[in-house]
């Protein structure tokens, strides 16, 4: 095997993020449904529809474009992955994506979120922008509030 | 480090996320290597960008980065890398590290895009990921049961990325 000679690191510094409220979605969904695999649990929650409001966007979230897709894992961990599509208030489409965690036994849900906006479009900072966000499940199981924050 | 590095931002309704330090990575590289990509448009390409070491430090994990055990799969707007860390106790730990890269002038301040790099014009990269780990059951299995963000900066002579992940609480 080539060895190579790798140097100390010598910047130890933490690098300093910023965090900042950029709106939330409060989603209304349908009940859960959970299919045995043999990879686990696999849940869906088709997302219904929802609105989107907070300092740096607004919309909708167009009816029935997707849905949070969960495989629940033998740690007692579900991994997340949710796709959707948002109609903005000036009426351009974005997609939505997050990836995350879920853990039932604290409530915690967890996700980071990409998008895809038009390249000259007013959204456009969203492509190149990583979003970190929380989801809170009403305790009926028909609505799921995120909140995202930008990541600076 | 014994003061925990933290951020916090709060919602129009209360809700609140915040971040704490957990660890870092440095990532040492000796080639790029970059292929020109056909259907993204000018100016995008892919690349294979692979460790030749590293260091695991932080307050909640230290060891290595395994030479040439993964590679940064990156494409021109994200990356997409993946590797294997061995902690000090000898756990194996794979990070699959993805996220966004913007590029700066350094001069002036300015975003630039993702264009091919000049070695004339000095520019600085910044990234921002969110890693997934995968850990063996034992001391260091809590990374798989949270998500993190990261923020990572590129450096040259000698060629290297240092990675600063915080646990989303």
Same mark, same amino acid.
């Given at each position: 095997?080539?060895?190579?000679?790798?140097? #100390?690191?010598?910047?130890?510094?933490?690098?300093?993020?910023?965090?900042?409220?950029a709106f939330?979605i409060?989603?209304?969904? #349908?009940?859960?449904?959970?299919?045995?695999?043999?990879?686990?649990?696999?849940?869906?929650?088709?997302?219904?529809?929802?609105?989107i409001?907070?300092?740096l966007l607004?919309g909708?979230v167009?009816?029935?474009?997707g849905? #949070?897709?969960?495989?629940?894992?033998?740690?007692?961990?579900?991994?997340?992955?949710t796709h959707f599509m948002a109609r903005t208030?000036?009426?351009e489409m974005l997609y939505v994506t997050h990836a995350?965690?879920?853990?039932?036994?604290?409530?915690?849900?967890?996700f980071a979120a990409y998008f895809d906006a038009e390249g000259?479009g007013p959204h456009a900072w969203l492509n190149d922008t990583l979003v970190a966000g929380?989801?809170?499940?009403?305790?009926?199981?028909?609505?799921?509030?995120f909140?995202y924050?930008v990541v600076? | 480090?014994?003061?925990?590095?933290?951020?916090? /931002?709060?919602? @129009?309704?209360?809700?609140?996320?915040?971040?704490?330090?957990?660890?870092?990575?440095?990532?040492?590289?000796?080639?790029?290597?970059?292929?020109?990509?056909?259907?993204?448009?000018?100016?995008?390409?892919?690349?294979?960008? /692979?460790?030749?070491?590293?260091?695991?430090?932080?307050?909640?994990?230290?060891?290595?980065?395994?030479?040439?055990?993964?590679? @940064?799969?990156?494409?021109?707007r994200g990356? @997409?890398?993946?590797?294997?860390?061995? /902690?000090?106790?000898?756990?194996?730990?794979?990070?699959?590290?993805?996220?966004l890269?913007?590029? *700066?002038?350094?001069?002036?301040?300015?975003?630039?895009?993702?264009?091919?790099?000049?070695?004339?014009?000095?520019?600085?990269?910044?990234?921002r990921?969110a890693?997934?780990?995968?850990?063996?059951?034992?001391?260091?299995? *809590?990374?798989?049961?949270?998500?993190?963000?990261?923020?990572?900066?590129?450096?040259?002579?000698?060629?290297?990325?240092?990675?600063?992940?915080?646990?989303?609480?």
């Amino acid at each position: 095997m080539t060895e190579f000679k790798v140097p #100390e690191t010598t910047t130890k510094t933490v690098g300093q993020v910023t965090l900042q409220f950029a709106f939330r979605i409060d989603a209304e969904v #349908e009940p859960e449904q959970v299919t045995a695999t043999s990879r686990g649990d696999r849940l869906f929650q088709r997302i219904v529809g929802g609105t989107i409001s907070g300092p740096l966007l607004n919309g909708t979230v167009h009816p029935r474009s997707g849905g #949070e897709f969960g495989l629940g894992r033998s740690d007692g961990a579900i991994e997340l992955n949710t796709h959707f599509m948002a109609r903005t208030e000036h009426g351009e489409m974005l997609y939505v994506t997050h990836a995350g965690i879920r853990r039932d036994a604290d409530g915690y849900l967890r996700f980071a979120a990409y998008f895809d906006a038009e390249g000259d479009g007013p959204h456009a900072w969203l492509n190149d922008t990583l979003v970190a966000g929380s989801g809170k499940r009403a305790p009926d199981g028909r609505g799921i509030t995120f909140t995202y924050f930008v990541v600076g | 480090m014994n003061t925990p590095v933290e951020v916090t /931002a709060t919602s @129009d309704t209360g809700e609140t996320l915040t971040l704490r330090y957990a660890f870092s990575l440095s990532l040492f590289f000796n080639e790029r290597i970059r292929i020109a990509s056909a259907y993204g448009g000018e100016h995008t390409h892919r690349s294979y960008v /692979a460790p030749i070491g590293g260091e695991v430090f932080g307050p909640r994990l230290q060891g290595k980065v395994l030479p040439l055990a993964g590679a @940064d799969y990156g494409c021109s707007r994200g990356f @997409d890398a993946h590797y294997m860390l061995q /902690a000090d106790d000898g756990a194996l730990i794979y990070i699959r590290n993805r996220g966004l890269m913007r590029r *700066w002038d350094l001069d002036t301040g300015e975003p630039l895009p993702p264009t091919a790099p000049n070695p004339d014009r000095p520019i600085r990269r910044t990234m921002r990921v969110a890693p997934f780990f995968d850990a063996p059951k034992g001391p260091h299995e *809590w990374v798989n049961r949270a998500v993190f963000i990261g923020h990572g900066h590129r450096h040259v002579d000698p060629d290297h990325s240092i990675f600063t992940y915080y646990e989303v609480l």
